[in-house]
């Protein structure tokens, strides 16, 4: 078959297909005991969210990719829903072992609860009867589930191909397909447990015989297995799906999500799969008996992601071997390798022994050769894998058991839980592989995700995405540009001279100015606003661009010259009064004030030691500061502004500031040159949220920025002015202040839109 595929595809076509990944976890308290807490409320419906629910347990987290189209965004998202999990159940731990943490009884052990549906009974039900069956300390042996399915194409030009000689439908070749795919997954999927095998457990497991050799408890007779050995026929669907039926007809299980395989076949309808089975065949395969890698924050290399894609082809590719005895074998060698992997043991092949090195290589030899025939491009990945089965020592479960011995097994977890908890909260502003997109993008996916609302980019260059869930889906620009704004609202508020009238209109206080259409007419106007608290702007402008503010009045020179900045961004400009006080960025969703902002200048506080400069460096440290909007905060710049700014004070880059004096940088508050961002939603008096709320309402907006300055935001009867009204705010400064409280402003939109 390997020259048939050879002749049939390009090098690329053959890694092709739908790739997803099913890891399940516990939730630990910080002393690495078992958590008793509801699953986090956070994650909405347990039975309706798709990428984060449970399992066995309340405290059994179960992270869910979608079916994806290479390895790569696989990865990235169990990595993104990693950190979406660590951060949301907030003092806990993710238990990064296949084997549970110290569990004494199965009091301990909270089962899983769902709503008052049938379908929530029934999960209930069933898992109460497993851990009568089984015991709840088995129940919470975690693993990796990996799913795939062949690129359709790949199937259908097999299918099309003339040297295979094939006899019957499509439908019957796609089946006979996958279950070719499994039979030899069976056979060969002790080395797939050699090499992905990680479950060591707790101290008093690592004291029997099989301490110094053990690869896989969970894959081991001791493990996640049935009461009896059921061997299912695979010869065909309908020959698997009776004997699913024989197996519950019989009582030996109680349905066919508990046949504890290695491998399962899937169909279209999950919630009816025999009969799935049968009507529309297999959809795709589920492999069962990969153990979580500690080292890896996802639970599994990449790398050894790419390994179980050429591990589908060789299994593909693969004759098959007449013996009767085939899956009773391929059980005695998993069990084998699961306890004494790390000794020189005998397995058999066909009924006769063959070292378990001389069988590894043997088959990674084939792959070895496929890889080179097919030009898969996947060298570098099998000579790490050549070096797992020629020193028992390159294995993670070596490296696991070590890890153990040196440090403990709770604490040698727990390190690793901390650290990637450490790593998840410090970018917990990123959506793994969506960096690209801007940040308040990027913080809606996430909170979408995490309530199992289905987020597909549409367009990355206008951060443009689609939202899904229960039948539902809406369309969103940038987070904040939704159905729920109509067109003339946007209009009105890009266009700051018209939002000023609609709000003098309805009451709402405005700075005073004047409103100029050329340089020559507000030349004739100078003397009106010569030495005189100005603020200088364009009609339409974001992110503060050609604004110039004179607190304290200003001569006509440099009047004339803001006027000309102003000019160069705008036909129309204005020239308002400046409004004394602290300046207030109101966040308004719905009928809500969500967040609300104080934006200070680029700042450093001194601590009589260290210069200007070097505190500048310290400060660009924090995890919130970097370029480009694709953090909360920019990191501050030393330029020539800046030095100009020092000037005036009579300081400069050097200069060490005093302990707890602060030096100003810049004149402009704006968060993309540095400024820092102040949390005061819980400080405003309800009064001005009111009037935030009600200007937005004026202009129709249902998510709105609103620009305010205060005189004195303690007193209800402080001068006030709105300055500007904004149709795309962002919430990323809302969600990550550099001081105070982070608000979840991702939630809020996601309430709006009707998706809470």
């Given amino acids: 078959m390997i020259e048939i595929l050879k002749d049939l595809f390009k090098s690329g076509e053959l890694l092709k297909g739908k790739y997803g990944i099913e890891r399940e976890t516990l939730r630990v308290n910080n002393d690495g005991k078992l958590s008793k807490k509801t699953h986090p409320k956070g994650f909405g419906n347990k039975l309706k969210n798709k990428y984060i629910t449970i399992d066995f347990s309340e405290s059994q987290i179960e992270m869910v990719t979608p079916p994806l189209d290479n390895m790569k965004e696989v990865h990235n998202f169990l990595n993104m829903l990693y950190d979406i999990v660590s951060v949301e159940i907030g003092d806990e731990y993710l238990w990064p072992q296949s084997m549970p943490c110290l569990i004494e009884n199965n009091d301990e052990i909270p089962i899983g609860t769902y709503d008052d549906s049938e379908e929530g009974k029934r999960a209930a039900e069933y898992r109460k009867s497993l851990i009568k069956t089984y015991g709840g300390r088995k129940q919470l042996i975690c ?25 019957g439908d499509y439908k019957k070749f796609r089946d006979e397909i996958y279950l070719k795919v499994a039979r030899n997954f069976i056979r060969y999927r002790w080395l797939l447990i050699y090499l992905l095998g990680n479950s060591i457990d707790d101290e008093a497991c690592i004291k029997e015989e099989y301490c110094d050799s053990i690869i896989s408890y969970r894959n081991s007779k001791y493990g996640y297995r049935n009461k009896e050995n059921l061997y299912p026929s695979y010869d065909s669907v309908n020959a698997y799906v009776n004997s699913l039926k024989s197996y519950i007809n019989d009582q030996y299980i109680r349905s066919y999500k508990e046949l504890y395989s290695s491998i399962r076949l899937k169909a279209k309808d999950e919630k009816n799969l025999l009969n799935s089975l049968e009507h529309d065949g297999i959809n795709y395969l589920e492999f069962r008996s990969i153990d979580i890698n500690p080292f890896e924050k996802s639970g599994i290399s990449l790398d050894d992601l790419y390994f179980l894609q050429l591990f589908n082809l060789f299994v593909l590719i693969k004759d098959e071997e007449q013996y009767d005895l085939w899956q009773e074998e391929a059980l005695e060698n998993a069990d084998k390798i699961s306890l004494f992997g790390m000794n020189n043991i005998i397995l058999k092949k066909n009924g006769k022994d063959i ?17 080179s025939i097919l030009g898969l491009g996947k060298e570098q990945v099998l000579k790490e894998i050549y070096n797992k089965i020629l020193n028992h020592k390159n294995t993670t479960a070596y490296k696991i058991k070590q890890n153990i011995k040196e440090k403990g097994y709770i604490n040698s977890n727990m390190i690793l839980s901390e650290m990637y908890k450490h790593e998840a909260f410090e970018k917990r502003f990123n959506l793994e592989g969506y960096e690209d997109l801007e940040l308040s993008t990027q913080i809606l996916m996430k909170e979408a995700i995490k309530k199992g609302i289905l987020a597909r980019v549409i367009d990355r260059a206008e951060n443009f995405i689609s939202l899904e869930f229960d039948g539902r889906r809406e369309y969103v620009k940038q987070a904040t540009k939704t159905s729920k704004d109509n067109y003339v609202t946007v209009l009105i508020m890009e266009n700051k001279s018209v939002t000023k009238k609609v709000l003098k209109d309805n009451n709402i206080e405005v700075p005073s100015g004047y409103e100029f259409h050329s340089m020559n007419e507000a030349l004739d106007n100078l003397d009106n606003f010569i030495n005189k608290p100005i603020v200088i702007k364009p009609k339409s402008t974001n992110f503060g661009i050609g604004i110039s503010i004179f607190k304290e009045g200003s001569n006509k020179d440099d009047i004339i010259k803001a006027l000309k900045i102003a000019f160069s961004s705008d036909n129309t400009v204005l020239v308002e009064e400046f409004i004394k006080g602290m300046e207030f960025r109101f966040l308004v969703i719905g009928d809500e004030v969500c967040g609300i902002l104080h934006r200070v200048p680029a700042n450093v506080k001194g601590d009589g030691i260290h210069n200007i400069k070097e505190l500048v460096e310290e400060k660009n440290k924090d995890s919130l500061r970097g370029y480009k909007y694709r953090t909360p905060l920019e990191k501050i710049n030393l330029g020539d502004i800046e030095k100009t700014f020092l000037r005036l004070q009579n300081k400069n880059f050097d200069y060490i500031p005093k302990k707890e004096e602060i030096v100003y940088l810049r004149e402009n508050s704006n968060i993309s040159t540095g400024g820092d961002s102040i949390d005061f939603t819980d400080d405003i008096l309800d009064k001005y949220k009111k009037i935030a709320v009600q200007a937005a309402q004026k202009v129709g907006a249902k998510i709105c920025g609103v620009d305010m300055i205060i005189e004195d935001y303690r007193k209800e009867d402080s001068n006030y002015g709105i300055i500007e009204l904004n149709f795309n705010p962002a919430i990323h400064i809302h969600c990550y202040p550099y001081k105070g409280k982070e608000r979840n402003i991702g939630e809020k939109i996601l309430e709006l839109l009707g998706f809470i």
């Avoid at 099309?160 to 000689?165: F, V």
């Avoid at 070292?355 to 496929?370: F, P, Q, V």
Wanted: glycine share 2%; proline share 0%; aromatic share 12%.
């Fill in 143 to 167: 693993g990796i589930h990996y799913n795939f399915s062949f690129d359709e194409n790949i199937i259908k030009k097999l299918y099309e191909s003339k040297k295979l000689n094939i006899n």
């Fill in 355 to 371: 070292t378990k090195e001389n069988y590894a290589l043997e088959i990674l030899d084939e792959i070895s050769n496929m890889n």
